[in-house]
């Protein structure tokens, strides 16, 4: 491709060397499948009570007071491929074709992707664990594969279930941790003694132990997190009852066991000497899964998530820097290459983040920086009758959230299969077959008891809430409603608000050449956007 000549060429003519260095730094990327916001560092920006001040994740938190933490940072799209296309391209995932859904997607080769253009510029490259996908072919934008360092084991992907076997079959909770704990340094291992001397190495670290399913109750037995240390921290949308405390209290457990696998790295840079010279970037492809408003959504419970930087060009303070800018995570595209020196291929919407990093103080460093675009179009493929996709776009400020939902009549969560005002699927199948129904909301303890609650009056808000059919439109004024369960969208005294966001987000996507806008929603309501398997009928009594 002409664009990786002219990047050979640039980097000739600047002298660019192999060797790590201030202008080389080394790339650690972890990131974390469904991990949501959730960090002991986060706490400090929850005014409230929150989950937050229950996790304890003292390595992430390190690398907070390090660097920097983005307080509104979002994901392009709430759903692994799309929102994993995006990071990789630097693009819109609306521009990513067909991987800009879940399943029957495809990687279109003819898009740039920023690990292998770092290869091409010198860096060793590697990765373990889930990079891009699910997709085909699988972890495409970094190789499809080719630079996998995994032979040492990848059980640590299924931490609390693998953890609670082995001290079933008699280990202790310490001996079963660290038998996991060391396929994640074996792996490291073998990735930095493949690296030839004195070249810059790019790794990135994709687990998806936070991804549903986890072992019931392995929140208490393998990290002590108590359940009803939760109670009145859970957000609104949440009803606070012993059993979602449980499930979330489990999800909190995957992610203590997320701060243990990076805690290993650290130590192994730390041996190495390499700590200083690696750029660290903490992330995760979108919020919990399995609990309403979270994945799949476009409220912030499901589209905010961490980001935390440090390293070489991050200017740190003494207990770490708060970014208020807003960014997309395809804003990381460009500011990795730029890190390396590396030209930028044409067609990014995102925009590096270098001069958000080096800002000496907390705050807003860019004041463009005040808005992010995020959307959806398809992600479990018989979610829908007709394989057909939730349509949706956001604009959000910090003062408000604007959704507009294309086609209103569907349901958001996937068709409610088998469901009816009096019958429901077995609880059983609820809570761990995410096809049972609303096949867009993961299996899950809270699912389960969200559907068995349905008819309960005390609940009926949250119920709604989760999974209703939705307006056309949605309005949340963030000051009033930061939690984003009132929506004002057809409020009169809201009007002007409401019409100022739609025309913004409007203008946004039509400059972006989103196709969801420019054919009419042609494209994404037809094949391959609406391909793959029929969905299952039920059998005849």
Same mark, same amino acid.
């Given at each position: 491709?002409?664009?990786?000549?002219?990047?050979?060429?640039?980097?000739?003519?600047?002298?660019?060397?192999?060797?790590?260095?201030?202008?080389?730094?080394?790339?650690?990327?972890?990131?974390?499948?469904?991990?949501?916001?959730?960090?002991?560092?986060?706490?400090?920006?929850?005014?409230?009570?929150?989950?937050?001040?229950?996790?304890?994740?003292?390595?992430?938190?390190?690398?907070?007071?390090? =660097?920097?933490?983005?307080?509104?940072?979002?994901?392009?799209?709430?759903? *692994?491929?799309? *929102?994993?296309?995006?990071?990789?391209?630097?693009?819109?995932?609306?521009?990513?074709?067909?991987?800009?859904?879940?399943?029957?997607?495809?990687?279109?080769?003819?898009?740039?992707?920023?690990?292998?253009?770092?290869?091409?510029?010198?860096?060793?490259?590697?990765?373990?664990?889930?990079?891009?996908?699910?997709?085909?072919?699988?972890?495409?934008?970094?190789?499809?594969?080719?630079?996998?360092?995994?032979?040492? %084991?990848?059980?640590?992907?299924?931490?609390?279930?693998?953890?609670?076997?082995?001290?079933?079959?008699?280990?202790?909770?310490?001996?079963?941790?660290?038998?996991?704990?060391?396929?994640?340094?074996?792996? &490291?291992?073998?990735?930095?003694?493949?690296?030839?001397?004195?070249?810059?190495? *790019?790794?990135? &670290?994709?687990?998806?132990?936070?991804?549903?399913?986890?072992?019931?109750?392995?929140?208490?037995?393998?990290?002590?997190?108590?359940?009803?240390?939760?109670?009145?921290?859970?957000?609104?949308?949440l009803p606070d009852v012993p059993e979602?405390?449980?499930?979330?209290?489990?999800?909190?457990?995957?992610?203590?066991?997320? !701060?243990? #696998?990076? %805690?290993?790295?650290?130590?192994?840079?730390?041996?190495?000497?390499?700590?200083?010279?690696?750029?660290?970037?903490?992330?995760?492809?979108? =919020?919990?899964?399995?609990?309403?408003?979270?994945? *799949?959504?476009?409220?912030?419970?499901?589209?905010?998530?961490?980001?935390?930087?440090?390293?070489?060009?991050?200017?740190?303070?003494?207990? =770490?820097?708060?970014?208020?800018?807003?960014?997309?995570?395809?804003?990381?595209?460009?500011?990795?290459?730029?890190?390396?020196?590396?030209?930028?291929?044409? =067609?990014?919407?995102?925009?590096?983040?270098?001069?958000?990093?080096?800002?000496?103080?907390?705050?807003?460093?860019?004041?463009?920086?005040? /808005?992010?675009?995020?959307?959806?179009?398809?992600?479990?493929?018989?979610?829908?009758?007709?394989?057909?996709?939730?349509? /949706?776009?956001?604009?959000?400020?910090?003062?408000?959230?604007y959704i507009r939902n294309y086609e209103?009549?569907?349901?958001? #969560?996937?068709?409610?299969?088998?469901?009816?005002?009096?019958?429901?699927?077995?609880?059983?199948?609820?809570?761990?077959?995410?096809?049972?129904?609303?096949?867009?909301?993961?299996?899950?303890?809270?699912?389960?008891?969200?559907?068995?609650?349905?008819?309960?009056?005390?609940?009926? /808000?949250?119920? /709604?809430?989760?999974?209703?059919?939705?307006?056309?439109?949605?309005?949340? !004024?963030?000051?009033?409603?930061?939690?984003? #369960?009132?929506?004002?969208?057809?409020?009169?005294?809201?009007?002007?608000?409401?019409?100022?966001?739609?025309?913004?987000?409007?203008?946004?996507?039509?400059?972006?050449?989103?196709?969801?806008?420019?054919?009419?929603?042609?494209?994404?309501?037809?094949?391959?956007?609406?391909?793959?398997?029929?969905?299952?009928?039920?059998?005849?009594?």
């Amino acid at each position: 491709m002409w664009y990786r000549l002219l990047m050979f060429l640039m980097l000739g003519l600047a002298g660019v060397v192999h060797a790590a260095g201030p202008d080389r730094p080394h790339l650690l990327f972890v990131f974390a499948d469904d991990w949501g916001r959730y960090a002991g560092t986060y706490a400090r920006l929850d005014p409230r009570p929150s989950i937050n001040h229950v996790v304890r994740t003292p390595r992430i938190d390190e690398i907070a007071r390090r =660097g920097v933490t983005f307080r509104h940072a979002f994901v392009n799209s709430p759903s *692994c491929t799309p *929102c994993r296309s995006a990071l990789m391209t630097g693009r819109y995932f609306f521009r990513t074709g067909p991987g800009s859904i879940l399943h029957a997607q495809a990687w279109d080769a003819s898009l740039p992707a920023w690990p292998l253009l770092l290869r091409e510029a010198g860096y060793h490259l590697g990765e373990t664990g889930k990079v891009w996908g699910p997709g085909n072919p699988n972890d495409a934008p970094i190789g499809a594969g080719k630079y996998a360092f995994e032979k040492r %084991g990848m059980a640590f992907n299924d931490f609390s279930e693998e953890a609670t076997r082995s001290v079933k079959a008699g280990a202790t909770v310490e001996e079963a941790k660290s038998r996991l704990l060391a396929q994640v340094r074996g792996n &490291f291992d073998d990735f930095l003694a493949a690296r030839p001397v004195d070249q810059p190495f *790019c790794y990135v &670290f994709g687990p998806t132990n936070v991804h549903r399913s986890w072992e019931k109750g392995s929140g208490p037995a393998l990290w002590g997190i108590k359940p009803d240390e939760l109670q009145g921290k859970l957000p609104p949308f949440l009803p606070d009852v012993p059993e979602i405390r449980a499930d979330v209290a489990d999800g909190l457990g995957e992610v203590h066991a997320l !701060d243990a #696998m990076l %805690g290993v790295l650290l130590d192994r840079l730390q041996e190495t000497g390499d700590l200083d010279r690696t750029l660290i970037v903490l992330s995760g492809d979108h =919020g919990m899964a399995g609990v309403p408003r979270g994945k *799949c959504n476009l409220y912030d419970f499901g589209t905010q998530v961490p980001l935390i930087m440090a390293g070489p060009g991050v200017a740190a303070m003494g207990s =770490g820097r708060i970014a208020d800018d807003f960014t997309l995570l395809m804003d990381l595209a460009p500011t990795f290459l730029e890190s390396a020196g590396v030209p930028l291929p044409p =067609g990014m919407d995102g925009r590096s983040l270098l001069p958000v990093l080096r800002h000496p103080a907390s705050g807003q460093a860019d004041p463009a920086r005040t /808005q992010v675009v995020t959307g959806r179009e398809r992600h479990v493929q018989d979610a829908r009758a007709g394989n057909l996709p939730y349509p /949706q776009r956001a604009l959000r400020t910090r003062d408000f959230l604007y959704i507009r939902n294309y086609e209103p009549d569907r349901w958001p #969560m996937g068709d409610p299969t088998g469901l009816t005002e009096a019958a429901a699927p077995p609880t059983r199948a609820v809570e761990n077959v995410t096809h049972t129904t609303f096949a867009d909301f993961d299996a899950s303890p809270t699912k389960a008891w969200m559907v068995n609650h349905r008819n309960d009056s005390s609940w009926l /808000q949250a119920w /709604q809430l989760g999974f209703a059919k939705r307006p056309a439109e949605e309005l949340y !004024d963030l000051s009033k409603d930061p939690d984003q #369960m009132h929506n004002i969208a057809a409020d009169p005294a809201s009007a002007a608000v409401r019409r100022e966001y739609a025309d913004r987000l409007k203008d946004i996507l039509t400059a972006a050449g989103d196709p969801r806008l420019a054919d009419g929603s042609i494209l994404f309501e037809q094949p391959p956007f609406t391909s793959g398997r029929p969905r299952p009928q039920p059998k005849k009594p």
